[in-house]
């Protein structure tokens, strides 16, 4: 099962796409390529795949990726070979809007959900603190993030992060709940099932 | 929202249902009307309303239930009293399997779920070890739950109960996902959509 989780920049994504990877067994995170710079708290091949232009665009010409999006004069990217490495476990995407509409369109079965924060003005304010921006930066993630809400009708769940436990619990529960559906159950039920049978 | 959870006498519904009522704000527990006799541990208007046969069949007449069912000689039922009581709350059913398939006839939205032993013989096990019944009464018991177990197709979710604390955990996960869904979270958007409108 593929989730798509993506929210405006600061909405703090990241922090509950971690607690959930801790919290529950049996899902990985989707490594993206991007071409902005690294981070100095992120690691290359755990947090980014981080390229160069030029090599971003060969990959783009080889058809390498299921979505790709430009944002703020940076790319991103997932690779097919990203989703497809191990099939038995769940795996999380962290992406842009437009890149969970292109995996809709891609990917029926992948479950979309949105990030928000409480409010815009608290949104500003965790971007500000965060400190990683100038101010233009700044203003240009606002924008975006204006930008993005518009777009909340294409996620199937929504999950607002007032408080990062609640949320985190939240975002597990899309998780477990997936998992507990019939069609998803559907094959490990057969032993049970069959030990039900013979007569009454 | 509406959740009907089923699933053979002995799997531990009672018990699952009790925690996620424990665990999560803004649900209550349908109580049901029967005219079995009362338990020693149960509660009248609490774990059912306890009524004669000549009372059942008149509310039967009346058209007083949602659903209604005949198992194991005694006569259970839903009020819709029962459902349309605190529309703010979501409520637990806890109904046998006719009766699950009367709901999702009637209320297209509500959300069934199947709760199964992880195998007949731990069925078995946990039914004899209650020691409610007569060796008869457990031949009866194992003899619908192998029939009811055959109806699992129309549930939306299975939850299987092995370990009671991992079960109860999902179930729970079950109705937070649920309204975490962008339908079901719409209304309460409109104030954080707001507040991100403006000029770039």
Redesign the interface.
Known sequence: MIYVISGPSGCGKSTLIRQVLAGLEGVRFSVSHTTREKREAEVEGKDYYFVSQDRFLRLVEKDSFVEWAVVHGAFYGTSRRELTKDRNQDVILDIDVQGAAQVRKKIETAVL??V??????ELRKRIEKRGLDSALAV?KR??T???E??S??V??????NDDLETAG??L???L???????AA?QK??G???R????K?
């Open positions: 959900i949105f928000l924060p409480p409010s815009f003005r203003r606002l924008a993030a204006r930008k809400v518009r909340y009708t996620f199937d769940y929504v999950v607002v619990r939240e597990e529960s899309i477990r709940c997936r998992r507990a559906r019939l159950r490990s039920l032993p049970i099932l030990s039900f049978r013979g009454g």
